[in-house]
């Protein structure tokens, strides 16, 4: 069965720190890759996509993730986080010729303290 | 666009009641998802539709837990009876399906519902 894993459950950076937040998923086949924020009381935003073409994909608010196809993994990452960023961060895949489900991993809270 | 649409945002209701919650999708999305978020559990998908035809609903709690879709504008999520385990913020979302690919979901506010 597919599944999603984000390891890291909770994340505390200061403001302007590097961000990394990690993804891995389980499936052998061609995918599509999400990376979903909540803001606190909100409802799941798409920060960015991929599909196919270009693994280097960047997304709104200075977002990128790489999809690195050899690792199964898709990592958020942004150079100087910012306060406003503080939120959960959702990782998720769909498979191509499959259902339309979203498989989601269990989210990553990151925490950034001014 | 007004993205999706869901009614109530918040609901309280008593232990036993009968609770319906409404969500319209986008206009010319074929792909329709509930999910339940939780503390505990986080987010949980409970069912979906594609073309008004429920896919998978294996996310369904118990069977106190139904969904509808009569047309392309519209979805029901109702349970009943509710309890207070069933406490959570309900989601809907949207997507268009294109041909065999799976491609982003919209979601709507949530509905927050609190059983008594």
Redesign the interface.
């Known amino acids: 069965a597919q599944s999603v894993s984000q390891h890291n459950h909770h994340v505390i950076l200061s403001e302007a720190a590097s961000l990394e937040l990690g993804c891995n998923y389980s499936y052998g086949g061609t995918v599509?890759l999400?990376w979903?924020v909540q803001y606190p009381g909100?409802?799941?935003?798409?920060l960015l996509?991929y599909?196919s073409g270009d693994p280097l994909v960047k997304g709104i608010k200075g977002f990128e993730a790489e999809f690195i196809k050899s690792k199964f993994s898709f990592n958020l990452r942004k150079p100087s986080v910012q306060w406003s960023d503080t939120a959960e961060y959702?990782c998720a895949v769909?498979?191509?010729?499959?259902?339309?489900?979203?498989f989601?991993g269990?989210?990553t809270r990151l925490t950034v303290i001014p | 666009d007004a993205g999706v649409i869901q009614s109530p945002r918040h609901e309280v209701t008593e232990m036993g009641q009968e609770v319906t919650l409404r969500c319209k999708p986008i206009s010319g999305h074929n792909?329709l998802?509930w999910y339940r978020q939780t503390m505990m559990r986080?987010?949980e998908?409970l069912i979906?539709f594609?073309n008004n035809v429920p896919?998978?609903d294996s996310g369904m709690p118990e069977d106190r837990f139904s969904a509808k879709m009569p047309n392309a504008s519209f979805s029901t999520l109702k349970i009943q009876p509710s309890e207070p385990r069933d406490s959570a913020v309900y989601?809907c979302?949207s997507?268009h399906?294109v041909g065999?690919?799976?491609?982003?979901?919209?979601?709507?506010?949530?509905t927050r519902l609190t059983v008594l």
């Open positions: 599509n999400f979903y909100q409802h799941l935003q798409l996509k599909f959702f769909t498979i191509q010729t499959g259902a339309n489900n979203l989601f269990t989210g | 792909s998802f986080g987010l998908l979906y594609n896919i998978d989601f979302a997507s399906r065999g690919r799976g491609n982003e979901q919209f979601f709507g506010p949530g």
